[in-house]
């Protein structure tokens, strides 16, 4: 801040005003501005002081929450609860293409996820730009702009993730890929083996043991299992033990015996079938 104290021209002569384009020397400010700032005329020393007040603040709250800032990869990554939203901000050359990218976006949602417009608007990215991304946790992006070179800084300080595209389509499937990382992943049963229970093994004080040989595929340790008797489901649970002769093993393959245990079930029987099964998560897609 500061009062005017002198309006001084090229030629050291000085005025009490200077217009638009209309190059001078100000003295009067309290310290130095660096060079690109702008200088804006308040009516008070209160005012002024207030404003920068403001912006202290402002400042020392974005440094706060810069800590974690949004990125594409943190959405992937990201699982919410109830309904998500992933925050964006559109920067464009042209309002046309800016209202369709927006619009686009917004049809994305479904019931879980929803893309959310912070802001949208046409030119250059700005520091405003990236400071609003910052206190939004947003996605900015930029199409056929670039951002003006303190922004590019800034954005670079706080890890601001902005994306610069030229098809519109291209920002849509970005965009689409991230509202899916903020789904929980499906999860999708993977059958990986049968076996055939050929003899029951009672053992003291754990169960029942079914000497069993595998008929397709293979079986680990980790397996769920699905006991079935005369092709209908009796019991559906998880493998208590996997063992070839006395030795505790990870995996057993088609064409081999081995002994199974089954957890909280021992009403096991020859001739009984063991199907085996992994739960994989999948990444969700819309």
Not at 100 to 122: N, P, Y
Not at 227 to 237: A, E, K, P, Q, S
Not at 244 to 252: G, L, N, P, S
Request: glycine share 8%.
């Amino acid at each position: 801040t500061g009062r005017i104290r002198a309006i001084v021209d090229e030629n050291a002569v000085q005025h009490r005003t200077a217009g638009p384009s209309i190059p001078f020397e100000l003295l009067g400010l309290e310290s130095v501005p660096e060079a690109g700032e702008k200088i804006v005329v308040v009516k008070n020393d209160r005012q002024a002081r207030d404003i920068i007040s403001y912006r202290k603040e402002q400042a020392r709250l974005m440094k706060e929450a810069s800590t974690q800032r949004a990125s594409f990869d943190d959405l992937f990554a990201a699982v919410k609860s109830e309904m998500a939203e992933v925050p964006v901000i559109i920067k464009g050359d042209v309002s046309g293409s800016v209202d369709v990218m927006a619009d686009s976006l917004l049809k994305l949602g479904t019931s879980d996820v929803q893309v959310k417009i912070v802001h949208k608007g046409i030119g250059a990215i700005t520091e405003s730009d990236v400071m609003l991304a910052s206190a939004s946790n947003a996605i900015m992006i930029g199409f056929n702009v670039r951002p003006e070179t303190k922004a590019k800084r800034l954005a670079a300080d706080h890890k601001i993730d902005i994306r610069f595209y030229r098809v519109i389509y291209d920002a849509i499937d970005d965009v689409k890929a991230a509202m899916a990382g903020e789904l929980s992943p499906d999860q999708v049963e993977k059958v990986t083996g049968e076996a055939e229970v050929r003899q029951v093994i009672s053992v003291p004080k754990i169960g029942a043991i079914a000497g069993s040989y595998v008929t397709e595929g293979y079986v680990t340790r980790g397996s769920k299992v699905r006991v079935l008797r005369d092709n209908v489901l009796i019991y559906d649970g998880a493998l208590a033990s996997l063992r070839r002769f006395k030795d505790d093993v990870k995996e057993v393959k088609a064409g081999y015996e081995c002994g199974i245990g089954v957890e909280k079930f021992n009403d096991v029987k020859e001739g009984d079938t063991f199907e085996f099964y992994v739960i994989e998560e999948v990444a969700a897609t819309l």
